[in-house]
């Protein structure tokens, strides 16, 4: 090989090693400072919360929970994945209140998350988020980062700033009718009671590549009790009442959801999760979703789990719904500090000892 063309394929080769390190530049924000990334997101959540060494950013008191998933094979239809094949598969779970505050007092009003990792044997694992309100509040990235900015703390008043929280309304429209419906859902009395819905939209591909739109819930096995009736509240001593709650519940009898996927339409909204889809659209019950064993998050099988809503496998695709991707990059920020951050963690609201004993009284 000549020495001139030795040359140029050295620069060719440059040329790549510099594209690919301008890609992670571009990823990570260095080159455009006032581009949203996951760091700034993780970032506005820290200015909310504080600062709370080895726990999660979002979704910060938590527990974990073990189980299965009995599918019926309902779903294979409409999706190749292995875990929809009739028969068990094992799943690490974790229940959780939304908001990064690790040791707040449990309350009924607090938006509470279902995350749920499925292990099929021998095949791709699938991983979804799932909470207990009706609608997501925005539609993009961008916006959700602008409401937590508006809603920070004024440090003169320590509440937020009413004109900026309406400026920001002002601008997003859509924020407004979806508080509205939230608002309006049935608060469930505990974690168990309450049914989970994965807001954003994913498709389903069968094995003859027809690709559907779906949104999914657990819909609770045990009966609703709306909160309030006989509900112990945060301001008891128990500031973990609703975990002690579902501690005692676990220690008794499996706890159970059935997972629901709902069939959407054509003109159905894949790209706005602050939409509801109509109410008479086709459900399919897939399968159930058993709970028997809770542990603490800091000897539990869900601690070093990121519950990235973009581990997907064959036969479930993302749709052009932007918020999926968005969480996952900031998922992957918190779990990386997280990680990082083991020696400075303290001990979680959720002991070890307290699950040992069957949850307080």
């Given at each position: ?251 008794s009898h499996p706890v159970q959801w059935r997972l629901v996927v709902t069939v959407g339409q054509a003109g159905d909204p894949t790209a706005n999760p602050t939409v509801p889809w109509p109410a008479d659209r086709r459900q399919i019950d897939t ?51 997280r990680e990082g951050e083991r020696k400075q963690k303290p001990p979680s609201a959720v002991t070890p000892q307290e699950v040992s004993a069957g949850g307080r009284s």
């Amino acid at each position: 090989m000549s020495a001139g063309a030795v040359v140029i394929r050295l620069g060719a080769i440059g040329v790549v090693v510099l594209g690919v390190a301008a890609a992670f530049a571009y990823a990570g924000g260095w080159l455009s400072p006032d581009r949203l990334t996951q760091t700034r997101i993780v970032n506005a959540f820290e200015k909310g919360s504080g600062p709370h060494p080895g726990f999660r950013r979002n979704h910060a008191k938590g527990i974990c929970a073990t189980g299965w998933f009995d599918s019926n094979g309902q779903a294979a239809s409409l999706s190749k994945a292995a875990l929809f094949a009739p028969g068990r598969v094992p799943v690490i779970g974790r229940i959780a209140f939304a908001g990064g505050m690790p040791f707040i007092p449990d309350e009924p009003a607090t938006v509470r998350s279902l995350a749920l990792r499925f292990l099929p044997a021998g095949a791709q694992e699938w991983r979804t988020g799932m909470i207990n309100i009706p609608v997501f509040p925005v539609m993009t990235a961008q916006a959700f980062y602008d409401q937590m900015i508006a809603s920070l703390p004024d440090p003169a008043t320590g509440k937020p700033d009413p004109a900026r929280m309406q400026a920001f309304v002002a601008a997003h429209p859509e924020f407004g009718a979806a508080i509205g419906l939230i608002k309006k859902r049935q608060v469930s009395s505990g974690f168990a009671d309450a049914t989970y819905n994965a807001l954003n939209t994913f498709r389903f591909v069968n094995s003859e590549g027809v690709s559907t739109p779906v949104r999914w819930s657990a819909v609770p096995v045990q009966p609703f009790v709306a909160a309030g009736a006989g509900t112990a509240s945060g301001a008891t001593a128990d500031k973990n009442v609703l975990f002690d709650a579902l501690i005692a519940q676990v220690a008794s009898h499996p706890v159970q959801w059935r997972l629901v996927v709902t069939v959407g339409q054509a003109g159905d909204p894949t790209a706005n999760p602050t939409v509801p889809w109509p109410a008479d659209r086709r459900q399919i019950d897939t399968g159930t979703v058993t709970i028997d064993k809770l542990s603490s998050e800091d000897d539990g099988p869900c601690v070093d789990v990121n519950y990235d809503p973009m581990v997907l496998p064959d036969g479930i695709e993302a749709s052009d719904d932007p918020i999926p991707s968005a969480r996952s990059a900031a998922y992957a920020r918190s779990f990386t500090l997280r990680e990082g951050e083991r020696k400075q963690k303290p001990p979680s609201a959720v002991t070890p000892q307290e699950v040992s004993a069957g949850g307080r009284s």
